[in-house]
Protein backbone atom coordinates (compact mmCIF):
# COMPACT_ATOMS: atom_id res chain seq x y z
CA UNK A 1 0.00 0.00 0.00
CA UNK A 2 1.30 3.41 -1.06
CA UNK A 3 1.40 6.26 1.46
CA UNK A 4 -1.83 7.62 -0.25
CA UNK A 5 -3.64 5.02 -0.08
CA UNK A 6 -2.76 5.19 3.48
CA UNK A 7 -3.77 8.47 4.27
CA UNK A 8 -6.99 7.63 2.37
CA UNK A 9 -7.71 4.62 4.88
CA UNK A 10 -6.78 6.08 8.05
CA UNK A 11 -9.01 9.61 7.06
CA UNK A 12 -11.93 6.92 6.43
CA UNK A 13 -11.06 5.54 9.89
CA UNK A 14 -11.02 8.86 11.18
CA UNK A 15 -14.23 9.87 9.41
CA UNK A 16 -16.27 6.51 10.98
CA UNK A 17 -14.77 7.25 14.63
CA UNK A 18 -15.68 11.00 14.50
CA UNK A 19 -19.14 9.78 13.48
CA UNK A 20 -19.44 7.57 15.93
CA UNK A 21 -18.01 9.56 19.01
CA UNK A 22 -18.95 13.61 17.82
CA UNK A 23 -18.01 14.83 20.95
CA UNK A 24 -14.67 13.20 21.26
CA UNK A 25 -12.84 15.25 18.76
CA UNK A 26 -14.69 18.82 20.25
CA UNK A 27 -13.13 17.48 23.65
CA UNK A 28 -9.48 17.09 21.89
CA UNK A 29 -10.43 20.09 20.35
CA UNK A 30 -11.56 22.21 23.66
CA UNK A 31 -7.81 20.21 25.06
CA UNK A 32 -5.52 21.77 22.56
CA UNK A 33 -6.95 25.41 23.11
CA UNK A 34 -6.59 25.39 26.74
CA UNK A 35 -3.16 23.81 25.96
CA UNK A 36 -1.59 21.18 28.37
CA UNK A 37 0.74 22.25 31.10
CA UNK A 38 3.39 20.96 33.51
CA UNK A 39 0.96 19.82 36.38
CA UNK A 40 -2.00 18.75 34.67
CA UNK A 41 -3.19 15.43 35.46
CA UNK A 42 -5.05 13.24 32.74
CA UNK A 43 -7.30 10.96 34.40
CA UNK A 44 -8.08 7.62 32.54
CA UNK A 45 -11.05 5.24 32.90
CA UNK A 46 -11.74 2.26 30.80
CA UNK A 47 -14.84 0.49 31.79
CA UNK A 48 -15.53 -2.68 29.90
CA UNK A 49 -19.27 -4.49 29.05
CA UNK A 50 -19.38 -6.36 32.31
CA UNK A 51 -18.76 -3.00 34.18
CA UNK A 52 -15.24 -3.83 35.57
CA UNK A 53 -13.20 -0.36 35.89
CA UNK A 54 -9.61 0.09 35.68
CA UNK A 55 -8.52 3.51 36.27
CA UNK A 56 -4.66 5.51 36.68
CA UNK A 57 -3.62 9.07 35.83
CA UNK A 58 -0.36 10.57 34.82
CA UNK A 59 1.25 14.25 36.60
CA UNK A 60 2.56 15.79 33.07
CA UNK A 61 6.24 16.72 33.75
CA UNK A 62 8.37 19.08 32.09
CA UNK A 63 9.88 15.80 29.83
CA UNK A 64 6.23 14.50 28.42
CA UNK A 65 5.53 18.22 27.20
CA UNK A 66 9.16 18.28 25.47
CA UNK A 67 8.40 14.09 24.12
CA UNK A 68 4.95 15.95 22.60
CA UNK A 69 6.41 18.68 21.18
CA UNK A 70 9.21 16.01 19.89
CA UNK A 71 6.44 14.34 18.08
CA UNK A 72 4.20 17.01 16.74
CA UNK A 73 7.60 18.22 14.98
CA UNK A 74 7.81 15.06 13.16
CA UNK A 75 4.06 15.64 11.21
CA UNK A 76 3.36 17.78 8.63
Known sequence: MNN???IMKLKKAWDT???NHPKFPMFLS???KAG???GTIID???????????E????VT???????????????
Not at 56 to 59: A, F, S
Open 17 to 19: FRG
Open 44 to 54: ICITDPSGTKM
Open 36 to 38: IKE
Open 4 to 6: IEA
Open 62 to 76: ESDLELYESLKSMTP
Open 56 to 59: TNIK
Open 30 to 32: AVK
